[in-house]
């Protein structure tokens, strides 16, 4: 049920704004670190929802100190990252400032800035422009770490 719902909306999503300039965006939710992870790791190490997986969690930790999300969202969050076996742990040998140069050939990366997709609260997405290199950096540091669940 789930899967398919999730489905829907999003197809509900992308007819509204087929060209990605408003709502869509949002969809992007953990996409940006995730993709430049799976860029810049050697194919076939991660799924594409793996790489996903670890963008979620640098997203979130960027959401707690950029846009107030709770720690207890955000744990929600990760719990069910754990419980379908998903990676919120970067263990590959690949350089922070790899993953920051395949960043800068994001999409949403222009002109030096990033439009980076934040959570105010579960189900609060918005784009932001105030996520800097120096905040992009310490997320993927972040990864290296073990989550802390409670």
Sequence with gaps: FAIERSCRI????VAE??????????????HTIGHAI??????GTLLHG??????VR???????????LSQEETNRLLTIHRRWHLPLQMELDISTESIMTALTRDKKFTSGQIRFVLLKALG???LSTEVTSTDLGEAIEHLRLPPALA
């Design 38 to 43: 799976e860029a810049t790791a050697e194919y």
């Design 10 to 13: 999003k197809a509900e999503v």
């Design 58 to 68: 640098a997203a979130l930790y960027l959401s707690e100190r950029k846009a107030g």
């Design 17 to 30: 704004d087929e060209r990605e300039g408003g709502v869509r965006a949002l969809l992007n939710f953990g």
């Design 50 to 55: 793996e790489a996903i997986s670890l963008g």
């Design 124 to 126: 609060e997405a918005f």
